[in-house]
């Protein structure tokens, strides 16, 4: 009971469930670049332009080794197990530097002459991409990627995000990966989209005005029970922005909370519950 606010009501009496208002917070207003791009004062096309040169060096060196390790393996490199933060989706606030976790594995190549995933945003990468973030790993000049058995590898790169200084609320929303691998293998990976993930906005149930015309759903539970949904309702605008209202009669003890499922820039999130006991 102590993440609930209790309220002691005699039976027949209206609960009100509280003003709870879901408001999305917003991202700090500043242009995104890495931080290698940030001392060089060099921004988006800098960073791709790196990347992009990291993978031809990359395919240099495996053309110059020896011809008894370069294209020992007829196949070609394959990609899999690529993830954001273990899904496909990463929460920022306005304050706190975020760790963004990009994880993959490659197969088909016994020697690995490099791999990198960068972060974008845009509907273009070859015309210029609006955003692009190279890893931790890149910018120290570090291979990302360990073996992890026979013709097998297995790959993490990081990047921080300062959404003080590196995010404005447009970039909220889908971005895509760029993702690089060379090995022995005769064909390698480059593909502009190895996966689509989303950048979402920290959100959160409170007695504020907020997030306006979004779902959220009314969810009751006994003192001991779970919630379930009991119904449906739309946030207010205007004056109520964001804002949800519900009387309920008091009955018999309950717990009672509102729910948001989330949208492709804000993820789901949970309201305080309120207990109502009746005397």
Sequence with gaps: MSQHSRKRLTSGKKAILGVSALAASGLAVGLLVTPSAVAEGTGAAEALKRSEAAAADARAAKAAAPKSLAARSAGSTVLSGVTV??????????????????????????????????????????????????????????????????????CTATYKIDPRIDLSNEDAG??????????????????????????????????????????????????TGSYATTSSHRTGTGSQAGVEKKTRTATTDRCYRYAFEGTSTTPPVNGTGDCVDVR
């Design 85 to 154: 933060n273990g899904g496909n989706s990463a929460a920022v606030g306005t304050k706190n530097t975020q760790t963004i976790t990009v994880k993959w594995k490659l197969s088909g190549g016994s020697t690995l002459y490099g791999s990198h995933a960068s972060l974008w945003r845009g509907t273009d990468i070859a015309g210029g991409p609006e955003q692009f973030i190279t890893s931790e790993q890149f910018n120290a000049g570090t291979e990302p990627c360990v073996p992890s058995g026979d013709a097998t590898f297995d």
């Design 174 to 223: 889908a971005w895509k990966i760029s993702l690089w691998a060379v090995t022995d293998a005769t064909t390698g990976v480059d593909t502009d989209n190895a996966r689509t993930w989303y950048l979402q906005r920290w959100s959160r149930l409170s007695n504020n005005a907020g997030y306006t015309q979004q779902i959220v759903h009314l969810q009751e539970r006994s003192l």
